[in-house]
């Protein structure tokens, strides 16, 4: 019914930068706060920024000043910009939101499969 689809992933020396994009798809009537999240196996997942509709962000500490979200409300998308990247940021990265299905009254918490980002010292 809600899809979300990752890309930009793949692999970059460390300092190096990747945009990863995130786009929604199906029965929608408003793509709410969107988010990035990042795991690493036998870890647990981690929220690395949020944006909502209106454009309001948070950032994870680690991020501030290297990493940007953003999004374009009329692509249904969401992008994050990712620079200066460390060799222990090597983690798949997610993509979530909150959708609100179109004729209904009740918001779907949605996930994307997932982008690998591969970052080499």
């Known amino acids: 019914q809600v899809q979300l689809v990752e890309s930009g992933g793949g692999l970059v020396q460390a300092g190096g930068s990747l945009r990863l994009s995130c786009t929604a798809s199906?029965?929608?009537?408003?793509?709410?706060?969107m988010a990035w999240y990042r795991q690493t196996p036998g870890k647990q997942r981690e929220l690395v920024a949020t944006?909502?509709?209106?454009?309001?962000?948070t950032y994870a500490d680690s991020v501030k000043g290297r990493f940007t979200i953003s999004r374009d409300n009329a692509k249904n998308t969401v992008y994050l910009q990712m620079n200066s990247l460390k060799p222990e940021e090597t983690a798949t990265y997610y993509c979530?939101?909150?959708?609100?299905?179109?004729?209904?009254?009740?918001?779907?918490?949605?996930w994307g499969q997932g982008t690998l980002v591969t970052v080499s010292s």
């Open positions: 199906g029965n929608i009537f408003i793509v709410n706060t």
């Open positions: 979530n939101a909150a959708v609100l299905v179109a004729r209904s009254l009740r918001y779907l918490e949605v």
């Open positions: 944006i909502t509709r209106d454009g309001i962000t």
